[in-house]
Nanobody, 128 residues
């Protein structure tokens, strides 16, 4: 059974940092497209970043230079390091996986892109 469990969300002030984690089970994360999405209240779901099996990444323009995705294959865990956080980064953050590696680019370019598997999310709140 595929499971994605996010952790690491919280409340920080503008300019601060957070690191989100996504523990994957039931499949090998590094062999799939893994991605982070977010959804703020009243807004559409947005693809933040995707990483494919070759380690190629695709970032949304809104987070380039501030967020970094990484994987620990020994732990089957995905991470999202978020620096220089802004109030507009406030959202529920979701980890997602897809068997189609092309999803890693589509995730950040196609609005409300659907993935095969989703976690339940972790809340990030940035205060000004």
């Amino acid at each position: 059974q595929v499971q994605l469990v996010e952790s690491g969300g919280g409340s920080v002030q503008s300019g601060g940092s957070l690191r989100l984690s996504c523990a994957a089970s039931g499949f090998t994360a590094s062999s799939n497209c893994m991605a982070w999405f977010r959804q703020a209240p009243g807004k559409e779901r947005e693809g933040v970043v995707g990483i494919d099996s070759d380690g190629s990444t695709s970032y949304a323009d809104s987070v380039k230079g501030r967020f970094t995705i990484s994987q620990d294959n020994t732990k089957n865990t995905l991470y999202l390091q978020m620096n220089s956080l802004k109030p507009e980064d406030t959202a529920m953050y979701y980890c997602a996986a897809d068997r189609d590696l092309l999803s890693c680019t589509a995730a950040t370019t196609v609005p409300n892109y659907g993935m095969d598997y989703w976690g339940k999310g972790t809340l990030v709140t940035i205060s000004s």
